[in-house]
Nanobody
């Protein structure tokens, strides 16, 4: 599967953005999807995930502010980000794997940059 992330940009603190990740192929429903981010000088970290059977997981740092969802007919997963903080600034990556709860994701998109100004 190939993944194309989009929707990043520059936003002020407290603002919102919605990221999208479009997947190729006809078996999107068989994939669990995840969002990760990597800030400058830091390691990549988990943000949110939605399994192929719609279980949802969030990092503690984004709970209550971010919402992950998927639109299977559109082969797309979304990350709605509200109440953004400067510390949310990072390159955001989407990922896919066939495991219900992946420990490692097999497929990665190219990343989209989110910059939150204070």
């Amino acid at each position: 599967v190939q993944l194309q992330a989009s929707g990043g940009g520059l936003v002020q603190a407290g603002g919102s953005l919605r990221l999208s990740c479009a997947a190729s192929g006809r078996t999107f429903t068989r994939y669990s999807m995840g969002w990760f981010r990597q800030a400058p000088g830091k390691e990549r970290e988990f943000v949110a995930a939605i399994s192929w059977n719609d279980n949802i997981y969030y990092a503690d740092s984004v709970k209550g502010r971010f919402t992950i969802s998927r639109d299977n007919p559109k082969n797309t997963v979304y990350l709605q980000m509200n109440s953004l903080k400067p510390e949310d600034t990072a390159v955001y990556y989407c990922a896919a794997d066939t495991a219900v709860v992946p420990t490692q994701y097999s497929y990665w998109g190219q990343g989209t940059l989110v910059t939150v100004s204070s």
